[in-house]
């Protein structure tokens, strides 16, 4: 129970903690209409900083934007700043073979004060036990524009989160999508930005040329970054350093023919989406079969169409009459209302040949027989044979004559 009341009471003094930053110093943001923006000049180390500093260079480069004079407090419109990519080639900067901070230093800055350890792991959104780890994956590069990131400091064992601006020409650690996470002079942990587009009260130590209109956001990119292009600071040439390398394999590129005291290619701030007023679309299968602007709704006032059914007959053998036309024609309808309209094809049964009755074959005329007698009675050809009377030959004819027999 004791333990559990004195991490409510951490938590309450976390909440407490008012609206302060200044350096590496923490501090909370103010009202959703304006917040405190802390300002921090390279080497400024401020009350609240996690570390001692671990930075090797604190070289200003060459500007990547012509300087003018200071504005005034930014305005929405002013600081809603430019997005720029974290693999843009000449976003960063760094000496050739040199890193410029001591990673290994941080590791031991961190690794020797468990509550430090903790509340990094925490703001960095790692696990405490790969802190070390997480710095080895970074690259050390310093800043050639005036960034503006979501700053952490170390007050009453916990991290304290606030916006600030970094100076063109600090010492960062920045991950494999482009991000700062670390800024070398006080070991804090970086994030990006946040979103906010109200009013701004500038804090802290601001520099020479700071312009609130010149300050970017950096965008992570979705993919890993193998290889950053860098400048050279000490001549404006162009360097290759891997990814989480300290220096020891940049390599020159020459080829690379990109005017490096330009500032890097930015994306203006995207304006507010405006409200759809077209109507959802529908999800039906008809309107969904129905290209898009094809024509214009129909009318209101339109009735409910009556399908017309036209009848198509296929060729016969004979010449027939063109089919009647069906009684039930369509009323006729406002102009661009939609019709229904159903065709039938109807293939016309040939008549079927009646079954003949059937018939008995005729029976074959014979030629006359010239050995019968000539008075006998011709058999009739046209008698069906069921009509023949009964009874034996000798019966219908008689017997007979004594001369037919001797034949």
Not at 99 to 106: H, L, N, P, R, T
Not at 194 to 208: M, S, T
Not at 293 to 322: A, D, F, I, R
Not at 365 to 389: G, H, R, W, Y
């Amino acid at each position: 129970m004791p333990s559990t009341l004195r991490r409510i009471a951490a938590a309450a003094a976390v909440l407490s903690v008012g609206a302060f930053a200044a350096g590496c110093g923490g501090g909370a943001s103010g009202a959703d209409s304006e917040q405190d923006l802390n300002l921090q000049p390279i080497a400024a180390a401020g009350p609240d900083p996690f570390t001692k500093s671990t930075a090797e260079s604190t070289a200003t480069p060459t500007p990547a934007a012509p300087p003018g004079t200071r504005s005034s407090t930014p305005t929405p419109g002013i600081l809603s700043p430019s997005t720029v990519s974290g693999s843009t080639p000449g976003l960063y900067g760094g000496t050739q073979s040199v890193a410029s901070c001591d990673v290994e230093k941080q590791i031991r800055f961190l690794g020797g004060d468990r509550a430090k350890n903790q509340a990094f792991a925490d703001a960095a959104g790692v696990d405490p036990g790969s802190v070390a780890g997480f710095l080895r994956g970074l690259t050390p590069v310093v800043l050639r524009v005036d960034t503006r990131v979501t700053n952490h400091g170390f007050r009453d064992g916990s991290a304290t989160s606030f916006q600030s601006v970094l100076q063109a020409g600090t010492a960062v650690l920045v991950d494999d999508h482009g991000a700062p996470r670390v800024r070398c002079a006080c070991g804090n942990p970086l994030k990006p930005a946040n979103g906010h587009q109200g009013a701004w009260r500038d804090k802290g130590e601001p520099w020479p040329g700071f312009r609130g209109d010149r300050v970017v956001v950096v965008r992570p990119t979705t993919v890993v970054i193998n290889n950053f292009i860098i400048v050279n600071i000490t001549n404006n040439t162009w360097i290759e350093r891997p990814r989480g390398d300290d220096g020891q394999h940049d390599r020159k590129r020459p080829d690379i023919h990109i005017d490096p005291t330009k500032p890097p290619v930015t994306e203006p701030p995207s304006p507010p989406a405006s409200p759809s007023t077209s109507p959802p679309t529908s999800s039906s299968p008809s309107s969904s079969s129905s290209p898009s602007g094809s024509s214009p709704p129909p009318s209101p006032n339109c009735p409910t169409p009556t399908p017309t059914v036209t009848v198509t007959q296929t060729p016969t053998l004979k010449p027939q009459e063109p089919p009647a036309r069906l009684p039930g024609s369509p009323t006729p309808t406002p102009s661009g209302c939609p019709t229904a309209t159903t065709t039938v094809t109807a293939t016309p049964s040939l008549p079927s040949p009646s079954t003949p009755s059937p018939r008995v074959p005729s029976a074959p005329v014979l030629p006359p027989d010239t050995s019968a007698p000539s008075d006998l009675p011709s058999l009739p050809t046209d008698i069906p044979t069921t009509n023949l009377p009964s009874g034996s030959y000798s019966d219908m004819f008689g017997p007979p004559s004594p001369e037919s027999e001797n034949v």
